[in-house]
Antibody, heavy 120, light 107 residues
Framework: EVQLVQSGAEVKKPGESLKISCKGSGYSFSTYWIGWVRQMPGKGLEWMGVIYPGDSDSTDSPSFQGQVTISADKSISTAYLQWSSLKASDTAMYYC?????????????WGRGTLVTVSS | ETALTQSPGTLSLSPGERATLSCRASQSVSRSQLVWYQQKPGQAPRLLIYGASSRATGIPDRFSGSGSGTDFTLTISRLEPEDFAVYYCQQYGSSPTFGQGTKLEIK
């Protein structure tokens, strides 16, 4: 089955670091762009950025540049989203999603999401 | 960065009716690089339409997309109970962005 499996919910304090993951299976992970989308509580979708696991080429949204790090390890078919110092405003659901083989930067396969809660 | 504005914010209709959702871009979207997603509560989004008018795999033909340039439309010809959800457009040019969403609710 073609799927993206995301890591579990996290509860963190402001200032802590965090790395969440997204493991692809059932397809050639290295040859599809994979990205991250934020959804704050009760709000809409925000496009954060994408990475091509084959060579780690990446594109970030200007809104998220410098705020998070997107990476991937093609040897274990896993993409990551990382924060070095969390803020309360990072509280959100984070979805990983796969772009189609054409390389167009929309998403045809989604993970179920990882809920990140940042609270003191 | 291309901003997308969706209207209306909320659309109240009954099953069997026709739904028309709008997505307007702040600048022309090249090569009709626009998609539509559906999101139900507690679920991840699902791709409905890509390339402005092509249905994704498994999407019923009551869903259709149209438009070009700066004005795009998602039409649901006859609403089924499972269609009541939030709909987002997204452009996938050089710096992809989402619209703010339209909530389709039961009247």
């Amino acid at each position: 089955e073609v799927q993206l499996v995301q890591s579990g919910a996290e509860v963190k304090k402001p200032g802590e670091s965090l790395k969440i993951s997204c493991k692809g299976s059932g397809y050639s992970f290295s040859t599809y762009w994979i990205g991250w989308v934020r959804q704050m509580p009760g709000k809409g979708l925000e496009w954060m950025g994408v990475i091509y696991p084959g060579d780690s080429d990446s594109t970030d949204s200007p809104s998220f540049q410098g705020q998070v790090t997107i990476s991937a390890d093609k040897s274990i078919s896993t993409a990551y989203l990382q924060w070095s110092s969390l803020k309360a405003s990072d509280t959100a659901m984070y979805y990983c999603a796969r772009a189609p083989l054409t390389g167009d930067l929309y998403f045809d396969l989604w993970g179920r999401g990882t809920l990140v809660t940042v609270s003191s | 960065e291309t901003a997308l504005t969706q209207s209306p914010g909320t659309l109240s209709l009954s099953p069997g009716e026709r739904a028309t959702l709008s997505c307007r871009a702040s600048q022309s979207v090249s090569r009709s690089q626009l998609v539509w997603y559906q999101q139900k509560p507690g679920q991840a989004p699902r791709l409905l339409i890509y390339g402005a008018s092509s249905r994704a795999t498994g999407i019923p033909d009551r869903f259709s997309g149209s438009g070009s340039g700066t004005d795009f439309t998602l039409t649901i010809s006859r609403l089924e109970p499972e269609d009541f959800a939030v709909y987002y457009c997204q452009q996938y040019g050089s710096s992809p962005t989402f619209g703010q969403g339209t909530k389709l609710e039961i009247k």
